[in-house]
T-cell receptor, first 115, second 116 residues
Framework: DVKVTQSSRYLVKRTGEKVFLECVQD?????MFWYRQDPGLGLRLIYFSYDVKMKEKGDIPEGYSVSREKKERFSLILESASTNQTSMYLC??????????????FGPGTRLTVT | AQSVSQHNHHVILSEAASLELGCNYS??????LFWYVQYPGQHLQLLLKYFSGDPLVKGIKGFEAEFIKSKFSFNLRKPSVQWSDTAEYFC??????????????FGQGTTLQVKP
């Protein structure tokens, strides 16, 4: 079974703090994704990465950055946390095939509260 | 821009009732389609997917979905729901084409509450 783990289930941070969310997958997947999940808005893609050191902006990248130094690990960074970044953050991974699309496997999520 | 719309935000059903959740997408090209489910306190997990072939696809736990290309729709159905189907359901679309990196566009989600 594919396993995607996230460093924390719950996190409380203060406005202005730098926040690191980490995600690790154990199935050698090329693709990794960071989403935020908000009620009524579904999942919105923040950033994704299709290879080590490669990243692309998703739909809502403002206020976030990412790092992928190793294939199995994908970090989301909030440079200066703000209250509007209070949300559930989901990490996902998938294979990247030639002309094929594979389903994404999700981690348990990190509920971040910024006060 | 591509988008996915789920018309029902909150659905309440009694056990044994039939379920149909709507999903429409806006993209003129070829698509891959997914339904994901998130049970209370659990990970988002794949319910079913459509890539090509028979437009009626069957997934886990008795769910099925029908791809109607002319309507840009991929509605989820189950003939008889159970209390354990209480969850949030998400439709997602991947637009095929050159440089496809496997990105998904998700709908807003539908919360299903099944009353025992």
């Amino acid at each position: 079974d594919v396993k995607v783990t996230q460093s924390s289930r719950y996190l409380v941070k203060r406005t202005g703090e730098k926040v690191f969310l980490e995600c690790v997958q154990d199935m050698d997947h090329e693709n990794m994704f960071w989403y935020r999940q908000d009620p009524g808005l579904g999942l919105r893609l923040i950033y994704f990465s299709y290879d080590v050191k490669m990243k692309e902006k998703g739909d809502i990248p403002e206020g976030y950055s990412v790092s992928r130094e190793k294939k199995e690990r994908f970090s989301l960074i909030l440079e200066s946390a703000s209250t509007n970044q209070t949300s559930m953050y989901l990490c996902a991974s998938s294979l990247l095939g030639q002309g094929l699309i594979y389903e994404q496997y999700f981690g348990p999520g990190t509920r971040l509260t910024v006060t | 821009a591509q988008s996915v719309s789920q018309h029902n935000h909150h659905v309440i059903l009694s056990e044994a009732a039939s379920l149909e959740l709507g999903c429409n997408y806006s993209y003129g090209g070829t698509v891959n389609l997914f339904w994901y489910v998130q049970y209370p306190g659990q990970h988002l997990q794949l319910l079913l997917k459509y890539f090509s072939g028979d437009p009626l696809v069957k997934g886990i736990k008795g769910f099925e979905a029908e791809f109607i290309k002319s309507k840009f729709s991929f509605n989820l159905r189950k003939p008889s729901v159970q209390w354990s189907d209480t969850a949030e359901y998400f439709c997602a679309v991947n637009a095929r084409g050159s440089g496809n990196t496997g990105k998904l566009i998700f709908g807003q989600g539908t919360t299903l509450q099944v009353k025992p």
